[in-house]
Nanobody, 123 residues
Framework: QVQLVESGGGLVQAGGSLRLSCAHS????????MGWFRQAPGKERQFVAA????????RYADSVKGRFTISRDNTKNTVYLQMNSLTAEDTAVYYC????????????????WGQGTQVTVSS
C-alpha cells in the first residue's frame, strides 16, 4: 500500500514562496507519475501540476504556469512543488497524488492521495 505525506505548507505573504514536499512510501516511486492538486474552500479539487516517472515531462495548470515548478528526486522518493509569486488565489489545501499511468489532469486518473497540506497566502 502506498502512502503519501505532504509537508511544507504554511502562511506566506503575497509575492512570497513556499516549497511543498510529498514523500512516497512505496518501492514503486521511480516508476510512478506524480501530481499536485489543490482545493480551496467551497471549490472543487483542481489540477495544479504533474510529472512523469523520470521527470522528463511536466504539466501545469494555466493558472500556475511560470510561477510553480514540479520536480522529483527518485533517490529520496519525494516530489516537490516550488511555488513562487504566490497570490491570495493560491490559498488552498494542496494534495499530492500518484498514478501508475500517465499523469493526467483529472482526479480519477490518480490511484493514491495524501492527506493534504494547507497553504494560506495573505494579501
Amino acid at each position: 500500500q502506498v502512502q503519501l505525506v505532504e509537508s511544507g505548507g504554511g502562511l506566506v505573504q503575497a509575492g512570497g514562496s513556499l516549497r511543498l514536499s510529498c514523500a512516497h512510501s512505496g518501492r514503486t516511486f521511480s516508476t510512478t507519475a506524480m501530481g499536485w492538486f489543490r482545493q480551496a474552500p467551497g471549490k472543487e479539487r483542481q489540477f495544479v501540476a504533474a510529472i512523469y516517472w523520470n521527470g522528463a515531462s511536466t504539466r501545469y495548470a494555466d493558472s500556475v504556469k511560470g510561477r510553480f515548478t514540479i520536480s522529483r528526486d527518485n533517490t529520496k522518493n519525494t516530489v516537490y512543488l516550488q511555488m513562487n509569486s504566490l497570490t491570495a488565489e493560491d490559498t488552498a489545501v494542496y494534495y499530492c497524488a500518484a498514478t501508475t499511468y500517465s499523469p493526467g489532469y483529472y482526479r480519477d486518473e490518480y490511484d493514491y492521495w495524501g492527506q493534504g497540506t494547507q497553504v494560506t497566502v495573505s494579501s
